[in-house]
């Protein structure tokens, strides 16, 4: 019987290969940095979600060292048993501190997060209107609940009016809108000062997955709701979104671990019911530790997310110059478009040319992109020197030329 499995899973392996679509993956032989080992040569490294520089952080290794020594190296048991210490605790009551919200449910990881809250909060009589372009994790989490589904096009405020109308006409007990903060593959906030106004218009909740903003975007960091300015942190946390779900396995660290934040009653619920959190291991002392460490440098200065936006305003400017043709933002996510039938092509062989030159990069084409918006996806971090973006912007321009020429 494996005999034919094998065959049909080694065809289904050649389409993959065929369509262009395998994915190979470069192993490292370093920590994970702006600088990094592959194959054994020094690259610099343009394409990790180590926003804050965080996850080589000499304190948060420390901290994670420290909890090794302390609190050991496993739970071997989920929370509800015997898998709660005093920190993941302390974890939870400190995030929901960060983000603005009145309690928070750790979760071994923001796709776990995404994947149990749905089922437990909307059932049949309810709505759930989610983003086109949202995490695949809310769209697998959106699909294990019985709620009715709505979609609305990529931030496109009046389809979300539109999808609401429907959702009302439905008669729903509970609607909610869904949205990513940050659009990964563009770098797009989510607008979500009119998402909360249709949200109130409609009696709606809000949801916000700020994966790709907790600890960073927003002037204290606190992610896109404090961009947006819908929450208010000199008000006793005044926050005009509902539910905020994100991660420790990006700016926070880059370990693993992901939350649900949110009003006291959802996280009961949520540690009652969801199934990711009753059925899954804790998340580690150590990567506990280091992302509460992690998550006190975010608070407690600005200067990661000074260096950061330097990183970031340069890097734009500096490729604009050199006549690139990049989406507009100002999020550390920073797409390098290469349009047109060609540029999928373009846009892999300049990655290849720049790895060579010591940067690397990923090309994103079909159908992760849409057709014709091919992109080579950069992401700066607080530990990047203003002379690793030089080199990087160097090394597009070579790129460039070694391509066309
Ligand atoms: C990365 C990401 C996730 C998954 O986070 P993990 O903690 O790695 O599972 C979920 N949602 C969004 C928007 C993300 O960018």
Redesign the pocket.
């Known amino acids: 019987m494996m005999e034919a499995v094998r065959e049909q899973l080694a065809q289904e392996l050649e389409q993959i290969r065929e369509a262009g679509l395998y994915k190979v993956e470069r192993e490292l032989s370093s920590p994970q940095s702006a600088h990094v080992t592959t194959q054994g040569a020094e690259a610099l490294n343009f394409c990790a979600?180590n926003y804050l520089g965080l996850a080589d952080h000499p304190d948060v290794r420390a901290a994670a060292r420290e909890a090794l020594d302390r609190w050991g190296f496993g739970m071997a048991s989920v929370r509800f048993i015997c898998g709660t210490q005093t920190q993941h605790r302390e974890l939870e009551r400190a995030i929901a501190d960060f983000v603005g919200t009145e309690d928070a449910i750790l979760f071994p990881?923001?796709?776990?997060a995404?994947g149990g809250i749905f089922e437990v909060l909307f059932g049949p009589e309810d709505a759930i209107v989610s983003d086109e372009l949202n995490?695949a994790?809310?769209i697998d989490g959106v699909r294990l609940s019985k709620a009715r589904r709505f979609r609305y096009r990529n931030r496109d405020m009046a389809d979300l009016r539109a999808q609401l109308e429907d959702a009302r006409e439905g008669g729903a007990r509970r609607t909610v809108i869904v949205t990513?903060g940050v659009f990964?593959m563009d770098g797009y906030y989510a607008p979500l000062a009119e998402i909360c106004d249709l949200a109130d218009e409609y009696g709606a909740l809000v949801m916000v997955?700020d994966?790709?903003a907790t600890g960073f975007v927003g002037e204290h960091g606190r992610g896109t709701h404090e961009h947006c300015g819908v929450l208010d942190t000199t008000a006793e946390t005044h926050n005009r979104v509902d539910i905020l779900?994100g991660?420790?396995?990006?700016a926070l660290g880059g370990g693993?671990?992901?939350y649900v934040a949110a009003r006291q009653e959802v996280v009961d619920l949520l540690k009652q019911r969801a199934r990711p959190y009753l059925f899954s291991n804790a998340v580690a002392p150590s990567i506990v530790a280091g992302s509460l460490k992690a998550l006190e440098i975010a608070r407690e200065s600005a200067e990661q997310r000074e260096a950061l936006r330097r990183n970031t305003g340069l890097f734009r400017d500096l490729m604009a110059e050199a006549g690139f043709d990049l989406l507009e933002g100002s999020h550390a996510i920073v797409p390098v478009m290469f349009p047109g039938e060609d540029g999928a092509r373009q846009a892999t062989q300049i990655a290849d040319a720049m790895l060579e030159h010591g940067v690397y990069v990923i090309a994103f084409s079909y159908p992760v992109v849409p057709r014709g918006k091919a992109r080579i996806r950069v992401q700066l971090s607080a530990a990047h020197s203003e002379e690793d973006v030089r080199r990087c912007v160097d090394a597009f321009v070579a790129g460039r030329s070694a391509v066309a020429g």
């Open positions: 979600n990881s923001c796709f776990d995404n995490h994790s809310i990513d990964s997955d994966s790709h779900t991660t420790f396995g990006k693993s671990g992901g």
